[in-house]
């Protein structure tokens, strides 16, 4: 069954400093990977994805991700934090498998502090 | 473009009564949409599956005839919150797949639900 993980609930920074929040999945087949954010009181809005072709993929915000598929990974990264990052990120990966659903992860609270 | 909307954006009802959720895209047509639960602070839980003109899917453990998801257009899918009880309190997202084969969703921006 396929699964996703996000290491470390929450992360906290410095503003100007690196984000990495880290997503590892299981899975059999090719993966369709995704990274979304969450304000409170919000829905999901996708920050980027991977489908296929170029292992590194550049999102909205400043955000990338790099899929790596000997480690099963898909971490998310910004090079300079900024206190509008402040969210709740969630990583998901979708089969063409199973009719397009998609399993989250438990999510990652970023916390930005000045 | 790939905007999804929810109507109500929040609503309170008495225990015993049924709510009644719309998620509709608006500038695309979705021949799929998605209805999730979110508790606080955790992640969203998969409810069902919802495609046009067929019966919901409903994942495991999610009681169908109280859930009761409606899919009549390729713009519009509603969720029935029937005899609501307190535990029913919860935030609800639904979210709409885009073009066939890209599987992303596009998500509304939730409704949240209590009930008293």
């Known amino acids: 069954a396929q699964s996703v993980t996000q290491l470390g609930s929450h992360v906290s920074v410095s503003e100007g400093a690196l984000v990495l929040l880290r997503c590892n999945y299981s899975?059999?087949?090719?993966?369709?990977l995704f990274w979304y954010v969450q304000y409170p009181n919000q829905g999901l809005q996708l920050l980027l994805k991977y489908t296929t072709g170029a292992t590194l993929v550049k999102g909205i915000n400043g955000f990338e991700a790099e899929f790596k598929k000997s480690e099963t990974s898909f971490h998310l990264t910004k090079p300079s934090a900024h206190m509008s990052d402040a969210a709740e990120y969630f990583c998901a990966v979708t089969f063409n498998t199973n009719a397009g659903k998609s399993t989250f992860g438990d999510g990652t609270t970023l916390t930005v502090k000045p | 473009g790939a905007v999804v909307s929810q109507h109500p954006s929040w609503v309170i009802c008495k225990s015993g009564t049924s709510v009644k959720i719309e998620c509709r895209s608006l500038?695309?047509?979705?021949?799929?949409m998605f209805w999730y639960r979110q508790f606080p602070k955790q992640s969203l839980m998969l409810m069902a599956t919802?495609?046009?003109?067929?019966?919901?899917?409903?994942e495991q453990g999610v009681e169908k005839d109280k859930f009761l998801i409606n899919h009549a257009s390729l713009t519009l899918s509603t969720l029935t919150v029937t005899s609501a009880h307190p535990e029913d309190s919860s935030f609800y997202i639904c979210?709409?797949?885009?073009?066939?084969?890209?599987?992303?969703?596009?998500f509304g921006p939730g409704t949240r639900l209590t009930v008293t």
């Open positions: 500038d695309f047509q979705a021949t799929t």
């Open positions: 899975s059999s087949v090719p993966p369709y």
């Open positions: 979210s709409a797949r885009g073009l066939a084969g890209t599987y992303e969703q596009y």
């Open positions: 919802s495609n046009e003109g067929s019966k919901a899917t409903y």
